[in-house]
């Protein structure tokens, strides 16, 4: 593992919202193999800006074995994520990092077939993020509409949020009430997600570090 570029001085972390993306951030589609099934849900642009003023970095962790399937291209991934760069820029809201896993263990093009660490449950996108940002991942949040995102937090620590738009209301449904792992929270949408965990930052008294040096 590489460390990452300091910034000079002290390697004091930063908690982070890692958000899912398919679910959580645009609408749920199944695969996103055409721009055209890109849609943000309401309220997104608007919670995330809402994280950015309060200095939360936003990295969005997202599995895409659409890839591996050969369903699209990288140049099609590529051109969602301009469009969701873009999207959000409307709304005055931006995220700090994007990462994503293209694998899967019966992938179609071998480069991508293998039973990696990134996918999540498996906490590797989270990880890489951690080094390259500089983030405490104890303190950080994980917000998705999954079980499998749930797991992905508790699996470093973070505190999980469950958003009931996407898989999010079946999963709370039917997957969660057997499940051993429990999120910290379930919210709606995004948008109260962000308000609990700006809720919960104040009683910490960790957020409003957006004057933090970069
Ligand atoms: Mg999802
Ligand atoms: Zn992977």
Redesign the pocket.
Known sequence: MTAAAGTGGKGSLRPAVFLDRDGTINEQMGYINHLTRFHLLPGVGEAIRNLNAHGLPVVVVT?QSGLARGYFPESLLDQVHETMHRLLALDGAHVDGLYV???HPEAKEERFR?A????KP?P??LEQAAADLNLDLRRSYVVGDRWSDVRCGAAVGATSILVLTGYGRGDAAFVGPSHPVQPAHVAEDLAAAVDWILARERLLGTADLASETR
């Open positions: 599995n896993c293209p694998h293998l990696c660490t990134c996918r498996r590797g996108l």
